[in-house]
């Protein structure tokens, strides 16, 4: 019989202006309340209408629903650490995440759930535990997608969780194997997950057998993902198939001549990336679009030369090709050879256009001009993919690729990642978020190891809990120092790397 079992109920919203619950104060359990917020900071643009689309709920209901996430997460970290080897995982429910639920196997760990603003559950068996039998599932099972194409752990149900399309095959493995066949469960499922591929900015994609062409940045319209090329790379309608010949894509409007700008709607097994290629094995992120001035540097990503820069020269070009006149594009002293057209121009992680036609060669040098990037997304609506970079002012440093959170009470120092350190293999941007408590004094500052010790190459060091940092660095290791200057509060650390 199994000794799961839920021991307190406890309901906590964290901004009680958006509790959304018809339960009277008074018939609430009794719990320690986590800190109210005072303060409503802005979500990225578009996430709001998303949850109002994807999750159905009421748009004050996505604001709670993000207010609480962001509450919760420091919570349930601290608590996953003083649980140790005894933590069963844990989760959010509620339309609104309004309540955090914090599994143990050891109910004397009651008490300090409780306190903490959650709701304590009692499972048999240890996040620990479950992690190991994934392993000998992992191992036992065949590498047959059918068999058993997927596998996790479910906090839950306190399971590993095996979904088959052959689900008698994988239970009769599993039950002749040394496994704790009562912790496993074989579930019946036609999921048959397929790997993605990245739609990045100078990567080559085909059109036919032989015409190839580059990549310019990643869009959306609405909820469809692609890219932007040049016009002339192919017609509406024509099918593309990716640098890896695998199918792609299908062009959905393309101008050519007149002007040289086109987009690809991609399918669901391409991922749009905020991000260029540098040609060495690194990516360039993409912040946004504004339009760099006559003189500014600007470099080129595309398939056939990979990654040139130079300067931009003039604006509000026309030019004669054979097929006819186009007009509006700028040009640069960026060389580019054929096979290039469409890929991205960039200034510093601004999208700037995508390459049209040019003269000259990577050899001896040319000139190169591309279509600005902000008319094709006002002409076709589109919407551009950029790197989650959120400012403090505007967002808690969610959506990067590397998210860290802690608690420090003043005076504290905390060093991230917790591995000590990352390794940037490129020279390339770092960029750095970090978020706290209102009315703390947190500071941010980057180091970079010198051969015999760290070093501090860029700092945030404002009187508030909101830092920010963008540095531009050559390879090496690197680390983020946190830094409570005065105050105690949860941080959310949230970085990208080269």
């Given at each position: 019989m199994s000794r799961r079992h839920a021991v307190v109920t406890g309901c906590v919203l964290v901004i009680t202006a958006l509790t959304l619950t018809g339960v009277p104060a008074a018939a609430r359990p009794r719990t320690k309340s986590v800190p109210v917020i005072t303060s409503v900071r802005k979500p990225p643009s578009g996430m709001?209408?998303?949850?109002?689309?994807?999750?159905?709920?009421?748009?004050r209901q996505a604001q709670?629903?993000?207010?609480?996430?962001?509450?919760?997460?420091?919570v349930a970290t601290q608590l996953r650490r003083r649980l140790a080897d005894r933590f069963g995982g844990s989760w959010l429910v509620g339309a609104t995440s309004?309540?955090?639920?914090?599994?143990t196997t050891d109910e004397a760990d009651i008490p300090h759930i409780i306190a903490a603003g959650a709701r304590a559950e009692i499972v048999p068996r240890s996040m620990v535990e479950l992690l190991l039998i994934k392993e000998k599932v992992d191992a036992l099972l065949p590498a047959k997608p059918r068999v058993a194409g997927v596998r996790y752990v479910d906090a839950?149900?306190?399971?590993?969780?095996?979904?088959?399309?052959?689900?008698?095959?994988?239970?009769?493995?599993?039950?002749?194997?040394?496994?704790?066949?009562?912790?496993?469960?074989?579930?019946?499922?036609?999921?048959?997950?397929?790997?993605?591929?990245?739609?990045?900015g100078g990567?080559?994609?085909?059109?036919?057998?032989?015409?190839?062409?580059?990549i310019g940045f990643s869009v959306t319209h609405e909820a469809q993902a692609g890219f932007v090329s040049a016009g002339h790379c192919g017609r509406t309608g024509d099918a593309t198939t990716g640098f890896n010949r695998v199918p792609q894509g299908t062009f959905q409007a393309s101008v050519f001549p007149g002007?040289?700008?086109?987009?690809?709607?991609?399918?669901?097994?391409?991922?749009?990336?905020?991000?260029?290629?540098?040609g060495i094995g690194g990516t360039v992120s993409v912040i946004g679009s504004k339009v760099a001035v006559e003189g500014a540097s600007v470099c080129r990503s595309g398939s056939t030369?990979?990654?040139h820069c130079g300067v931009i020269l003039q604006r509000d070009t026309s030019i004669t090709y054979p097929q006819g006149v186009v007009s509006g594009l700028t040009r640069t002293n960026v060389c580019a050879e054929p096979g290039d057209s469409g890929g991205s121009f960039i200034s510093v992680d601004q999208a700037q256009g995508v390459a049209s036609g040019g003269s000259g060669d990577c050899t001896t040098g040319g000139v190169t001009y591309f279509q600005p990037i902000n008319e094709i997304l006002t002409a076709y609506d589109l919407t551009l993919v950029t790197d989650a970079i959120t400012s403090p002012s505007t967002g808690t440093c969610t959506g990067y690729p590397k998210?860290?959170?802690g608690s420090l009470e003043s005076g504290q120092v905390a060093y991230r990642p917790s591995t000590g350190y990352y390794r940037a293999t490129v020279t390339g941007q770092h960029h750095g978020c970090l978020d706290g408590d209102d009315g703390v004094d947190l500071d941010l500052y980057l180091e970079k190891w010198k051969g015999t010790s760290w070093g501090t190459v860029a700092a945030s060091d404002s009187s508030g809990p909101d830092e920010q940092i963008s540095y531009t660095g050559t390879a090496g290791a690197y680390r983020y120092r946190v830094v409570s200057v005065s105050g105690s509060s949860p941080y959310t650390l949230g970085f990208t790397t080269p």
């Open positions: 709001l209408e998303a949850f109002q689309r994807d999750l159905g709920l009421t748009r709670a629903r993000l207010l609480n996430e962001a509450r919760m997460v420091p309004q309540t955090l639920v914090v599994a839950k149900r306190n399971k590993v969780v095996v979904l088959s399309a052959q689900p008698t095959v994988a239970d009769n493995l599993i039950k002749n194997a040394n496994v704790d066949t009562d912790a496993v469960s074989v579930v019946s499922s036609t999921e048959q997950p397929q790997p993605l591929h990245d739609v990045q990567d080559a994609y085909y059109v036919g057998v032989a015409s190839r062409c580059s002007s040289d700008y086109a987009w690809v709607a991609v399918n669901h097994n391409w991922m749009p990336k905020p991000a260029v290629s540098n030369t990979d990654w998210i860290y959170v």
